[in-house]
């Protein structure tokens, strides 16, 4: 069943109505009308079985059925530094890592990143990416988007106030050797920053400067991986040690 943000103000009353780009997915991409069924979920952890009730060429009016509570956010808190690519490539990534359960993605400039856009486009870039983000809310099953960061320095984030109880620096720095020796689970594991390089990687001077603000270097294995595909590995390998894709193997290991 196809899903639809709401505004939290209008979820209470049992009435609801959709506008703007939903009207046309809804009337003439899906063709559904008076009658079909729909789901609606907020940014508070609410999720809504809604009934059409009318159809018009500006909005959808539509009957609440039931109401509860999401359970498809993680209780691990992944945010993802990742130094500037080209325009697609961040794209997809960002509509990955929002289906990956990340809650936060920062986007930041390395000494190989190639894209160096000004201010002007990289706000622009920053409101496409939210965009995505909340598009991919509707298919992923989630409810809160991630904060997506404005556009920092390398240095400046490595040396950030910001507190976690991991930081990672994904990096081919212990060739042939694997995450797992460094991702042991831990309780307290509940806020992860993890940072992922360019199309070139990090430098040597990058990777020392975040070893030495705390940041453990760790390989994604023997295989050189592009940077969009690191970015989504690194956030598959966190929510299976820390967050709630390691359920899958508990479930596995009872049969």
């Not at 990955?96 to 359960?101: K, S």
């Not at 360019?198 to 760790?218: I, R």
Request: glycine share 8%; hydrophobic share 40%.
């Amino acid at each position: 069943m196809r899903r639809f943000f709401i505004n939290r103000a209008h979820a209470p009353s049992d009435r609801v109505m959709l506008a703007g780009s939903d009207v046309r997915h809804i009337r003439t991409v899906l063709r559904l009308g008076p009658g079909d069924e729909i789901l609606l979920f907020d940014n508070e952890g609410s999720e809504y079985q809604a009934r059409i009730i009318d159809t018009a060429p500006t909005a959808i009016t539509l009957l609440i059925l039931c109401k509860y509570s999401a359970i498809s956010e993680s209780h691990l808190e992944v945010t993802i530094g990742q130094a500037l690519l080209r325009a697609q490539k961040m794209d997809r990534m960002v509509r990955h890592l929002t289906e990956l359960g990340a809650v936060g993605f920062i986007p930041f400039m390395a000494e190989r990143s190639v894209p160096r856009p000004n201010p002007t486009r990289l706000a622009e870039k920053r409101r496409r990416w939210e965009t995505i983000a909340r598009e991919a809310l509707k298919q992923c099953g989630r409810f809160r988007p991630p904060h997506i960061s404005p556009i920092v320095s390398f240095q400046d984030l490595v040396v950030s106030p910001l507190s976690h109880d991991l930081k990672i620096i994904f990096h081919t720095c212990q060739p042939g050797v694997g995450p797992w020796p460094h991702l042991e689970p831990a309780d307290i594991t509940r806020k992860v920053l993890a940072l992922v390089g360019p199309e070139g990687g990090f430098t040597p001077k990058e990777v020392k400067s975040a070893v030495d603000s705390g940041f453990a270097c760790v390989s994604l294995g023997p295989r050189i991986l592009k940077a969009d595909t690191a970015a989504v590995a690194a956030g598959a390998i966190l929510q299976h040690a820390f967050g709630d894709m390691g359920a899958v193997q508990k479930c596995l290991d009872k049969d």
